[in-house]
């Protein structure tokens, strides 16, 4: 059980690192927001895990990254922030849930373990998924756009010089 949890954090720090180093804007406000609002609420959550005023600010983190991931999808017409949006609005959907009633949800267990851990940490996967993929791809199409250009550029370089070459030499004025 341990190795997810180490795996699912290297995963979510290469995804951050490479956001921020190789992605686009698009790539990088979406983990700067998720990476923000969660610092946030890290940072200000009341102890105790059973209160709802700690449920609540799951609940509250959740709507604000969503709302964000929107904002950025429309913004940037982002396929990678919706799909992102979409799996962070499940995770939302998630707390909602929890917070319904919560004596039935913290007892609810399939097999042995507890569904709405299973289904929180599945949902956040998704998002760290989503912001990789984006990441990958923006980066992937701005190389492929940089490799165009320059092919291009050589092209019209060769044309440029095969134009100079086959004019004919300029004829001297007589005076």
Do not use: C
């Amino acid at each position: 059980m341990f190795v997810l949890f180490y795996l699912a954090i290297a995963t979510a720090l290469l995804t951050i690192v490479l956001a921020l180093w190789k992605g686009g804007p698009a790539e990088r406000f979406g983990v700067l927001t998720y990476l923000s609002i969660t610092i946030v609420h890290y940072t200000f959550k009341p102890h105790d895990e059973f209160s709802l005023a700690y449920s609540y600010g799951f609940l509250a983190a959740d709507m604000l990254i969503a709302a964000g991931f929107l904002i950025l999808a429309l913004r940037y017409s982002s396929l990678w922030l919706a799909g992102a949006m979409i799996a962070q609005g499940l995770a939302t959907a998630a707390h909602g849930f929890h917070l319904e009633d919560e004596q039935i949800n913290q007892h609810l267990t399939w097999m042995g373990v507890n569904v709405w851990d299973i289904a929180n940490n599945v949902f956040t996967s998704f998002v760290v998924w989503m912001l990789l993929g984006g990441t990958i791809a923006s980066w992937r199409q701005r190389r492929r756009l940089k490799r165009a250009n320059k092919e291009a550029a050589k092209q019209e370089a060769a044309r440029l010089v095969a134009d100079a070459l086959s004019a004919p030499a300029p004829v001297a004025a007589a005076a």
